[in-house]
């Protein structure tokens, strides 16, 4: 009886560990990171990671074997997204953890805000009381594809390549929120402190869209 209930046990856990083994790399994590964002192909990703097209694929595939992204022929293209909504839990759940157990990624974080600056970072609920009035302007800094597959609600989409050719079409008689991918992204303090070096009055947002919606959807039920 004792021996049926191990092997139970071993190999409820062995069928784990592959989800463990997705995980067990950054490049996996940061492409899944990607992924939340919206459906990506191959290309994209590579070109996101600064991986090749065969350790982009490799690393893919991994992920696959352990269900957490699924994918789909489109063309000449092979596009990837997340398999379920638990996933994205999932991924923002790590990101939460790692912020709050290891003192290295809260160290990475407070340099790199230290690095940068003429930013003024908001916490998601200073974003979400400037956002009622009509007046705040929301800047998205993430590439096209992911603003369309969703964004802040009366967001305007800039990625950030794209933000400089854009500053003389910004008014500078608003306050401008900035966000991009979340807090594991650079941009939006980035992009805070050009504005501001540039006469704008811009905040920094290291939030993302799960975190705001989230942040929403917790309101409603009050």
């Known amino acids: 009886m004792d021996k049926i209930c191990q092997n139970y046990k071993n190999s409820l856990y062995l069928g784990l560990s ?5 995980l067990s790399s950054e490049k996996r994590i940061e492409i899944l990171d990607l992924l939340v964002q919206g459906a990506k192909t191959v290309e994209s990703i590579s070109n ?7 350790n982009t694929s ?17 063309g000449n293209y ?15 759940l790590l990101i939460g953890v790692g912020e709050q157990q290891l003192a290295d990624i809260q160290r990475i974080h407070n340099e ?12 998601l609920e200073q974003a979400y009381e400037m956002a009622k009035n009509k007046e705040t302007l929301i800047i998205d800094l993430r590439p096209e594809d ?13 990625p950030m390549k794209n933000l ?17 991918r979340g807090r594991n992204c650079a941009y939006a303090n980035l992009a805070s402190k050009f504005l501001n070096d540039n006469g704008f009055h811009a905040y920094s947002l290291n939030q993302s869209y799960y ?12």
């Open 164 to 180: 400089e050719e854009n500053l003389k079409k910004l008014p500078k008689n608003k306050e401008i929120i900035v966000y991009c």
């Open 18 to 22: 592959k989800i463990g083994k997705c």
């Open 78 to 92: 092979v596009v990837y997204e997340i398999a379920n909504t638990q996933i994205i839990d999932l991924v923002y």
């Open 112 to 123: 790199f805000n230290d690095s940068c600056m003429k930013i003024r970072p908001i916490t």
């Open 48 to 54: 996101e990671t600064g991986m090749s097209i065969a």
């Open 211 to 222: 975190d705001w919606k989230k942040y929403d959807n917790f309101w409603v039920w009050f």
């Open 58 to 74: 490799r690393h893919l595939q991994i992920l696959k074997d352990g269900n957490l992204v699924i994918n789909e022929k489109k």
């Open 146 to 158: 992911e603003f369309n597959s969703s964004h802040i609600e009366n967001a305007i989409n800039i």
